[in-house]
Nanobody, 115 residues
Framework: QVQVVESGGGLVQAGGSLRLSCAAS????????KAWYRQAPGKQRELVAS???????NYADSVKGRFTISRDNVNNTVSLQMNSLKPEDTAVYYC?????????WGRGTQVIVSS
């Protein structure tokens, strides 16, 4: 059974930090995990950060310089380090994996940034 599970969300004050983790299990591995997305209330889901198999990263303009995506192949996880958090970062954060033409999503982890 394929599973993608996010963790690490919570409540933090503006300026603080959180580290999200995405774990893969079943027939997918960390190299199949491609990106973090987020969805704020009343808004569409948006791409936050992505990472290729070679480790090349890409970020939304709104998080550049504050967020870092990284892959740990030993532990089969992809993490999102979030620093200098702002209230507008408040959202449910989702991990996205691909295996062939099939996309896998976790249930998300809630991040709330208070002002």
């Amino acid at each position: 059974q394929v599973q993608v599970v996010e963790s690490g969300g919570g409540l933090v004050q503006a300026g603080g930090s959180l580290r999200l983790s995405c774990a893969a299990s079943g027939s997918i591995s960390s190299t199949d995990i491609k990106a973090w997305y987020r969805q704020a209330p009343g808004k569409q889901r948006e791409l936050v950060a992505s990472i290729t198999n070679s480790g090349r990263t890409n970020y939304a303009d709104s998080v550049k310089g504050r967020f870092t995506i990284s892959r740990d192949n030993v532990n089969n996880t992809v993490s999102l380090q979030m620093n200098s958090l702002k209230p507008e970062d408040t959202a449910v954060y989702y991990c996205n994996a691909w295996r062939g033409s099939i996309a896998y999503w976790g249930r998300g982890t809630q991040v709330i940034v208070s002002s």
